[in-house]
């Protein structure tokens, strides 16, 4: 693919920093990448055959993020903004990228809107139109005013293929500090943490203290507070490493007054392994240092940049205290007391069970985009359907009927997303099961399913949690939990379900996950349920008396990579496969083939090759469920047409 990266950092150089990692990620899977930076005129280290285009600069003082000044200081006029705006747009039709990825906007840098707007503009209107793409870290700036966040939704949904969110939920999902609605939510696309240097780290004996600031000036409170420190505890070597943006004159007067055990020296590539080997680290708690300290385990201190009402780093540092991974001093409470006596506290902390995020964020993020480049031919080119027409041909010649139902999970609500997934099924003419989350139902779905002939509802679990040790595959209902517990709650959510849903309500309990302890099927079918449905083929059509089972098949996302559309070939040879195997017998003819959608987390590209599956699929099968399927008697699926 053609790649292309645009980034302006404005404070500090995170924002470059983790936009260059996925140029070098881009670069190093073998695609062609251009890295256009519109900030301070640092071209990163280490990449390679990246090609980088330095845009006539711009920066800010301070957190005045509203006035933008040249690289002499100057303010800029309209047209400074102009000759960086027409070397964009002449870089971009030059390369005619696959791919267009645009760091924090339209999230951020509202003030360089217009120069966007005209990069996205021109590239919608290329021809082959590009995959769109915007990069954003964990924590977002909170937005103050309503039309700000219209406004950003809006340019989403105009341009936008995915948001990429270098973070893991686990740590902290995107909605904690951004509203995101079911307009967009399709979209989000989490691609665990970039790491900049995701080499191996080499861990030795840790000894003394290391201490270290980001690239700009707003450090050096921080350094001067552990100078102070480092006096009141010369039992400690300690080492601190000053950014490249202190003036040499302020890193002078750092040198003057360190005492003896204290080295002091500018910022060193090999940060990484300076923190592997330290006992206590004392950072601010931006994105880039976070992964930093994530990697190399590091008790750590935080002093979280807060000025200019800034929350990121703050919020950050919060989450990782609760996890017993690190001791905060406030900005406003910064001294050589308080940071001596939160590197006591972090002497004393017990190390935490083992917490595992993903940092794999630069190669998700490749893949994710590589994903959406295959399958563009579902929006944009004609589908290879032959696999799947043999298969059926050849099913047809054996006298095997092919049948067909169609499961959707997690709905909870009439959304925009459900009403393109009932759309779809009056227009293929399939029935479509629900799998509703009972303890989340909300009263627009079950006014929704009453006008719906077609749909009809399933147990999805009780309130979709995960109980699962970590380290383990999610699970609601899997075999670490009681067994009386489990039944209690999918009892209650029958009885929940049934009393908002009525008789458009299935008895049938679907798991979270599609897990399910084994020892809970016969309690299943004494609380009430006819059936289960979980994913691959069932092994027996009735897994405990008066319990069928009949699953699902075919899933067309991949969510062990980049969350977006399979590549179509390998859905439509699955599916293909799974007829085959019916009509050679070698899985049960009896159990219908299910396809597995999940709509709410649908992009243009999944409904694209959704509509396309599902309109021939209702040519060529015969869809068994309908509003008025039951589960007759115990002993096989009727469907009445």
């Known amino acids: 693919m053609r790649v292309l990266i645009v980034v302006t ?27 256009i930076s519109g900030g301070g005129p640092t071209q990163p280290a280490n990449l390679g055959t990246i090609r980088f285009v330095q845009l006539p600069p711009v920066r800010i003082i301070g957190t005045d993020f509203k006035t933008l000044l040249d690289a002499n200081s100057s303010p800029i006029d309209e047209a400074y903004l102009t000759e960086r705006r027409e070397l964009l747009l002449a870089t971009l039709h030059e390369i005619r990228p696959d791919i267009v990825i645009t760091e924090l906007y339209p999230f951020g840098r509202r003030v360089l809107a217009k120069e966007f707007e005209a990069l996205l503009t021109e590239a919608r209107h290329l021809s082959p139109r590009p995959r769109i793409l915007c990069s954003i870290r964990d924590i977002l700036a909170s937005p103050s005013k309503p039309e700000r966040i219209a406004q950003t939704r809006e340019r989403i949904r105009e341009s936008y293929d995915a948001v990429l969110v270098h973070g893991d939920p686990q740590l902290v999902p995107l909605e904690t500090t951004w509203p995101v609605d079911e307009g967009i939510r399709p979209l989000i696309r989490y691609t665990g943490y970039v790491d900049e240097n995701p080499n191996a780290v080499v861990e030795g004996s840790r000894d003394g203290i290391l201490v270290s600031g980001g690239s700009s000036a707003a450090s050096l409170p921080l350094y001067r507070a552990a100078l102070g420190a480092a006096r009141e505890m010369p039992e400690k070597s300690w080492r601190i490493l ?34 592997a080997q330290a006992e206590i ?107 799947l027409d043999q298969a059926l041909s050849h099913a047809r010649d054996r ?3 092919v049948q067909l139902w169609w499961r959707d999970d997690d709905a909870v609500s009439d959304t925009p997303a459900l009403d393109r997934l009932l759309s779809l099924s009056r ?6 099961a629900l ?9 627009s779905l079950t006014e929704r399913l009453q006008t719906e002939d077609h749909a009809f509802a399933l147990v999805h679990g009780w309130s979709h949690t995960n109980h699962a040790p970590a380290g383990e595959k999610k699970a609601e209902f899997g075999a670490h939990r009681s067994l009386d517990l ?50 691959t083929d069932r092994k027996t059509a009735f897994p405990a008396p008066g319990l069928l089972q009949v699953n699902t098949h075919v899933d067309p996302i991949d969510w062990h990579g980049c969350r977006g559309l399979l590549d179509p070939a390998r859905i439509i040879a699955s599916l293909a496969g799974t007829v085959e195997r019916r009509a050679a017998g070698e899985a049960d003819p009896e159990e219908p083939i299910g396809f597995l959608t999940h709509h709410l987390v649908h992009d243009d590209v999944i409904w694209a090759f959704c509509e396309a599956l599902m309109v021939r699929l209702a ?23």
């Open 486 to 535: 489990m039944a209690w709650e999918a009892a209650q959510a029958l009885r929940h379900a049934q009393e908002r849903l009525g008789d458009k309500l299935l008895p049938v309990f679907v798991p979270p996950w599609n897990r399910i302890a084994p020892g809970l099927l016969p309690r299943l079918a004494l609380k009430g349920y006819q059936g289960i449905s979980t994913f």
């Open 399 to 401: 006298g095997y009927p």
């Open 435 to 443: 799998a509703v989350i009972p303890s989340k139902l909300e009263a």
């Open 242 to 275: 000053v950014g490249r943006g202190v003036a040499e004159e302020d890193f002078q007067a750092l040198l003057r007054a360190a005492p003896s055990h204290v080295t002091v020296e500018r910022a060193r590539p090999d940060f990484r392994a300076l923190l």
């Open 281 to 387: 680290s004392i950072s601010q708690a931006g994105y880039n240092t976070v992964v930093d300290l994530l990697r190399t385990g590091v008790q750590s201190v935080l002093v979280p940049f807060e000025a200019g009402q800034e929350t990121e780093q703050r919020l950050r540092a919060e989450r990782l205290k609760a996890l017993g991974l690190a001791s905060i001093v406030s900005e406003d409470g910064l001294s050589p007391t308080s940071l001596v006596e939160a590197i006591r506290e972090a002497e004393s902390r017990q190390t935490p069970q083992s917490v595992s995020f993903n940092l794999d964020g630069a190669q998700q993020s490749v893949a994710i985009a590589e994903s959406l480049f295959r399958a563009a031919p579902a929006l944009h080119q004609k589908l290879d359907w032959s696999p």
């Open 427 to 432: 227009q293929a003419n399939a029935g479509i």
């Open 9 to 35: 950092h404005l404070l500090g150089a995170g924002h470059l920093t983790r936009a260059a990692a996925l140029a070098r990620a881009f670069g190093q899977a073998g695609h062609e990448t251009t890295l």
């Open 619 to 641: 040519e060529r099968t015969i869809p068994v469920l309908r509003r008025d399927l039951v589960f007759s008697g115990g002993n096989r699926i009727t469907a009445v047409a």
